[in-house]
């Protein structure tokens, strides 16, 4: 799911500092616990994913549940939804985008402070789902904003947005400070806020974000 | 409760300008309806509601129906004398008529006080195109508000004396009427993972035939 390509010799996550990975758990037995700030730094936010607290569909009924007692999204630090997109860092995504409701996630989105993360919860947020061949339902939320991990399932059982959110905080983790590596936010060019499409006479315009979704080329047989 | 033909009788008799018809169902439901016109239908909506022995006083359901022009082909058996004197052939005759293209729109009707129903009824435009106006019943029973501005969003029936016509479900910049026959939803089939039917006609005009030599490489999603 993490999909950052890892230049050659580069060692991803926990490797920190000079010493080997092994050496480090040598000395966590003996009670030195060896960290840099960087990994600190990642260790902190993966554990205080704060989710903007806003639900689209059935997904949304199973992403309720992963927060109550059976499922416990708070064991992984991720339990304080937040009613407002200026506090949160997380978008969970769970559930059918409409087109009609596009432009108002989109603008949720642009709304959040960085660092933040997009999880697609379920077939629909994915790609539409069932509703694909529809006229009303957008075709993926990635059509519009970048997303992070993608929870297949219709909808997703609260174990699978658990393991998204572990997914996410593992990326969160392997995040850099600086150098090609860095953290999407930390990158002074890359985009924090995306177009807000308008509604058109037949279809959202544009029908999608050019610089975030190219269709894929399927090959056809003559 | 009155059978629909004691209604309509006293329907034409209470009101001797109007046109009521009865249209009756051929399938097991048999679920028969009275057609009413369009002039009328208030006035008769009223007598419905507060005829003491029907007291109508409950609108469950508007539904629109879209009926485009149809084709229809009559078939007429004649029998043809034979100049020679012979037996007379019987000769098919089958002539063409076009059928005009009209929306309906049907309500369910049910009494809450005497509790019996359905009454179903409907009410037919002139065409598809610019006689679309139908007078609204929403004066009469306050639940065909949201269903008559459903009506209007996916059909397209104008219901005149409507206290809040709007599209309800679409955007309002949109300009289509989506459950129309003849409706053509966005192309925005550029990229289907497994097209088959309809949907594969249409993904097709977005997929390159492959060149003749080169191999297909199918791309992951990111």
Redesign the interface.
């Known amino acids: 799911m993490n999909?950052t390509p890892t230049p050659a010799g580069y060692t991803p996550f926990p490797a920190a500092g000079n010493i080997s990975d092994q050496e480090r758990e040598d000395l966590r037995r003996h009670g030195i616990l060896l960290t840099s700030l960087e990994e600190l730094y990642g260790w902190g936010r993966s554990n205080s994913i704060w989710p903007l607290q806003f639900g689209l569909a059935c997904c949304a009924i199973e992403m309720i549940a992963a927060a109550t007692a059976r499922f416990d999204i708070a064991r992984f630090g991720a339990e304080i939804f937040r009613p407002s997109p200026r506090q949160a860092d997380l978008m969970i995504v769970s559930g059918t985008v409409t087109?009609?409701m596009a432009p108002q996630v989109v603008r949720l989105w642009n709304q959040m402070p960085e660092p933040k993360y997009c999880i697609a919860m379920g077939a629909c947020a994915i790609?539409g789902g069932p509703f694909?061949?529809?006229?009303?339902v957008l075709?993926g939320i990635d059509r519009f904003i970048p997303v992070d991990i993608?929870i297949p399932g219709c909808p997703p059982r609260p174990e699978a947005l658990l393991h998204g959110l572990t997914q996410l905080q593992e990326k969160i983790r392997a995040e850099r400070v600086s150098g090609p590596q860095a953290a999407r936010h930390l990158q002074p060019d890359a985009a924090s806020e995306f177009p807000v499409p308008d509604?058109?006479?037949?279809?959202l315009q544009p029908?999608?974000n050019p610089k975030l979704f190219t269709?894929?080329?399927?090959?056809?047989?003559? | 409760m009155e059978t629909l033909e004691q209604i309509r009788d006293r329907l034409l008799a209470r009101f001797p300008a109007a046109k009521v018809e009865l249209v009756t169902n051929p399938g097991t439901a048999a679920e028969h309806s009275l057609l009413l016109d369009a002039v009328f239908a208030p006035e008769v909506a009223r007598f419905l509601r507060d005829d003491p022995a029907l007291r109508l006083d409950y609108c469950s359901n508007v539904s629109g129906v879209d009926w485009p022009e149809k084709e229809i082909i009559d078939t007429v058996k004649k029998s043809v004398p034979d100049p020679a004197g012979g037996p007379a052939k019987v000769v098919e005759e089958k002539t063409k008529r076009i059928q005009p293209g009209y929306l309906e729109a049907v309500y369910h009707l049910y009494s809450m006080t005497l509790k019996h129903g359905p009454v179903v009824l409907r009410l037919r435009t002139g065409n598809r195109t610019d006689q679309v106006t139908l007078p609204s019943l929403t004066p009469v029973w306050r639940a065909a508000d949201f269903q008559e501005r459903e009506v209007f969003d996916l059909y397209g029936i104008i219901f005149s004396g409507h206290p809040d016509l709007r599209r309800i479900l679409m955007w309002d910049e949109f300009k289509d009427h989506p459950m129309r026959k003849d409706y053509v939803s966005p192309d925005d089939f550029e990229w289907e993972p497994t097209p088959h039917g309809d949907v594969h006609e249409r993904a097709k005009a977005h997929y390159p035939a492959p060149p003749p030599a080169a191999t297909p490489t199918p791309e992951a999603k990111p």
């Open positions: 999909d087109k009609k790609s694909k061949q529809g006229y009303n075709k993608y509604y058109g006479a037949h279809d029908p999608s269709a894929h080329v399927l090959p056809r047989k003559a």
